[in-house]
């Protein structure tokens, strides 16, 4: 574990130091919040209807307040422009590749989704082989959807006592490239969602060795820079492209993301032109001014702030182990963790971390990030204090104790939790793209043998499609999915979520 957190501590090292760009003046700017700022007491006749605010309805008002609408302008003179950005924008774009370590950086106003999409379109041609793990998100489907590209799948690493992917499976990857060797990019996501990571150097180094581009959906990962006990940041190990959350895990505003490019593998200007094909020509500026400050937070005081994170997400981890019960992971089941998520696992309550989300919320007032199977995910800010911490580890034994007097029902059945094997990944016969683009049918489960998916198909347990729209049904797949529609939580994808049919391709 040491000796992780000093390659960590190297890597980010070598590209930058972070103390020295705490004392660039420079990033003390906020060049759009200023602009923003400027702004005010202009006389408007133009968009948005509300006038700053003076033509509001009353309701939106008081929930929002009145600064909020009076700073909800577009590219109004002096407001520079997300598409063509020379002025505001352009200057908040550069202090934040020199903040994230990035040769240019692209603010999205579509979420991590937008960076995505366009980090795709901007790398790959119709037609040409993306590798990727079987788990994304789908907004990753999308990108390749929307590029004609196709997707050659990795396995990922399944623990089957925490019911989800630890993250990439280093084997599978090179068997992949390998099999594959004409393909243009590999696309990761690195941490997960529950913030397990692997470490990207010696990955980014056998990529590029073999010609190969490193795009990395690091949405949970845009403070990883800022806090020596963060795992390394993608860029720092060698992507050459990556999307980052800066509304999930900095202060940025909900939709707020960044895209950052490095080196010289990806041509900037085709990422911008399919950045500009993407985004709106109406960007809030709300969204563009919390980027820019979610920047100027983290290298300012992203040390301070995430330590304090930090120490409050170990000392609640410690705490949930003391409860009977329940157990919260650490660095022994993660290459790299980052401590700020704090997974709960539930399963031995004999309830589905589901059932224990729901009774947090409704007892206790408490939301948590998400649940699945076997647990609740819980992310820790330094938005948090000592208190949210108390609050929830009350209300965690509250749960336990429910458990105990059969308060709370045990939804966990031995049926299950005897979830199959996942069955082979099924050959691709058409690209995503003209999978879903082609005219569909309906066809009972058990007559779709040998027919192509028109879509994508994921049961929950265990979260990860076993069907992608161009992929041929198979004797193995469809057994499984007669099996996932009696046993699983939930199916997600289907038009038919029933799995009584399928949507298939037309035969031509
Ligand atoms: C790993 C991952 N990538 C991408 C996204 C898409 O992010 P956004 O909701 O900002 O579009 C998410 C969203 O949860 C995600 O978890």
Redesign the pocket.
Known sequence: MRRTRAKRQAIVDKAMNVTTLAHDRWQERAPICEALDAYAGVTRFHMPGHRGGAGAEPALIARLGPLALERDVTGVPGMDDLHEPHGRIREAEELAAKAFGADRTFFSVG???GA?HAMVLGTLSDGETIIIPRNI?K?ILGAVILSGAVPAFLKTNYDPYLGFFKGIDAQSLRESVERHPGAKAVLL?NPT?YGTSVDLAPVAEYLHQKGIILLV?E??GPHFRFHPRLPAPALDSGADAVAQ?A??MLGALT?A?YLHVKGNRIDPDRLKAMFQHLTTTSPSYLLLASLDAARRQMVLYGADILEYAINLADYLRCEVNKIPGLSSFGNDISGFLDPTKVTITVRELGITGYRAEKFLRERHGIQVEMSDLYNVLVIVSWGNTTADAEKLLRGLKSLTEAVGRNEVSKDLSTSRNAIPDLPPIPEMALSPRKAVQSSWETTRLEDSRGRISAEVVTCYPPGIPILYPGEVLTDDTIAYLDIMRRLAFGISGPKDTSLETIRVVKDL
Do not use: P
């Open positions: 979420g991590t989704t995505i998100h907004s996501v969602y959906d949405a949970h959350g509304h999930k939709q993301s």
